[in-house]
């Protein structure tokens, strides 16, 4: 099956810590993206990235960091600079042109001890 | 800067009823336009998108949108809503050319009661 799988569904942080989301994908896509989900807010952009070991910020990149070391994966670490973390994270592919669909992993739901 | 403005974040309707939900865009140049579904505690799932062509785009789920240049509106319905379509709804928009970002509205949560 061709898809976008996250892990974990669930994680913790406490305070200081930093902690790395997975994101893996083998729908031979280009262009991978993070977006964080807060009640109410809809969907903003962390970072995205086009192509292998090229990647840009978002509209609220500040406190997180990304790799993108190879095609199929794009892990997001949520720093401890990141002072309001709890939100549900979500990451998507995409062929990467103008008008292709977007696909959504099943999300990570970050709680902060 | 694009802007996605949803009307109504809670709607409730009948089983059996119109669905209808609002999407309006800022932009000068039409964009392309897509709804996805959220059910609890998933990721989004693709409803319908709008690229180029007939201007009323079929998606799945029997939901169907049409897209009004001179409104700037891509408006979602459905003619009659079922227990199982209660989930929220995001209209996102991208610029037609150059990188495939999507700028997403705050979202309308679809509530079906008997």
């Known amino acids: 099956d061709g898809g976008i799988t996250q892990s974990p569904k669930y994680l913790f942080r406490k305070e200081g810590q930093n902690v790395t989301l997975s994101c893996e994908q083998n729908?031979?896509?280009?262009?991978m993206y993070w977006y964080r989900q807060d009640p109410g807010q809809g969907l903003r952009l962390i970072y995205y990235s086009q192509i292998v070991n090229d990647f840009q910020k978002g509209d609220i990149a500040e406190g997180y960091s990304v790799s993108r070391e190879k095609k199929e994966s794009f892990p997001l670490t949520v720093t401890s600079a990141q002072k309001n973390p709890t939100a549900f994270y979500l990451c998507a592919s995409s062929a990467g042109r103008g008008g292709e669909t977007q696909y959504f992993g099943p999300g990570t739901r970050l709680l902060v001890l | 800067a694009q802007s996605v403005t949803q009307l109504g974040s809670h709607v409730s309707v009948s089983e059996g009823a119109l669905v209808l939900l609002r999407c309006n865009y800022s932009?000068?140049?039409?964009?392309?336009l897509f709804w996805y579904v959220q059910y609890p505690n998933q990721g989004l799932q693709l409803l319908l998108k709008y690229t180029t062509g007939a201007t009323l785009v079929k998606g799945i789920n029997g939901f169907e949108a049409e897209f009004k240049k001179s409104e700037t509106s891509f408006h979602l319905t459905k003619p009659s809503a079922h227990m199982s379509d209660a989930a929220e709804y995001f209209c996102a928009v991208s610029e037609t050319g150059g990188y495939n970002k999507l700028i997403f509205g705050a979202g309308t949560r679809l509530a079906v009661h008997p």
């Open positions: 729908l031979n896509h280009d262009a």
């Open positions: 932009s000068s140049v039409p964009p392309y």
